[in-house]
């Protein structure tokens, strides 16, 4: 009985010395760079048989081992992550050049947090504007103000918590951006404060 094609029934085969796969190919660009091409070299010499009709191959002698797409199936799935990481790369926040504002201690008027690109930063403390530097770069996850700190004198309800938050920008020594795309400041390890992203808070020039 003539072999057919266990994915289309097809009678319609030829039988191939293993020739070089661009796909695999590819993929092992992808994944490895330059090198990765030598996987394109995998079943080199072996002989499959191939349907004409649907373009399936196989082992001779093990229809089960029939695929139709060989490794593009894994290159489709790649370039489907690639593009998926590339989307949620867009949406985070990188740096913590931008407008913030605090979640963990609650004043009447939110506090809030500034930072530009050159390390200038200034805000609003709950009762004050206050306004500093911070040591470049800013892109390291290092939180360092130079100095102290410049705040307008005027008085309020909460300036208790003003003083609370101050004391906890100029003792932090480290910031990053969480999941939730929240700035987070730490002192000595220790997770100090929480910021929402508010790009609305920062002025446009």
């Not at 057919?4 to 190919?25: A, E, H, I, K, Q």
């Not at 470049?136 to 300036?159: A, E, H, S």
């Not at 795309?181 to 404060?193: D, H, I, P, S």
């Amino acid at each position: 009985m003539r072999e057919r094609c266990p994915n289309c029934g097809s009678t319609d085969l030829v039988v191939t010395n293993g020739s070089y796969s661009c796909g695999c190919g590819c993929l092992g660009l992808l994944l490895f760079g330059w090198i990765g091409l030598l996987l394109g070299l995998l079943g080199l010499g072996n002989y499959e048989i191939v349907c004409k009709h649907c373009g399936s191959r196989w082992p001779v002698g093990k229809p089960h081992q029939a695929n139709r797409g060989g490794c593009g199936i894994f290159i489709l799935l790649l370039i489907v992550i690639i593009i998926i990481a590339s989307f949620g790369c867009k949406s985070s926040i990188p740096t913590i050049d931008g407008a913030w504002q605090l979640k963990t201690v609650k004043t009447r008027v939110p506090i809030t947090l500034v930072v530009e690109k050159d390390g200038s930063f200034y805000g609003y403390g709950g009762v004050n504007r206050y306004f500093g530097k911070l040591a470049l770069p800013i892109d390291n996850g290092k939180f360092i103000i130079k100095g102290t700190p410049g705040v307008t004198m005027m008085f309020g309800p909460d300036l208790d918590k003003e003083q609370e938050y101050l004391n906890i920008i100029t003792s932090a020594d480290q910031w990053k951006i969480n999941n939730s795309n929240e700035l987070e400041l730490f002192c000595k390890g220790k997770r100090t404060a929480v910021f929402e992203y508010k790009p609305e808070l920062k002025p446009n020039k």
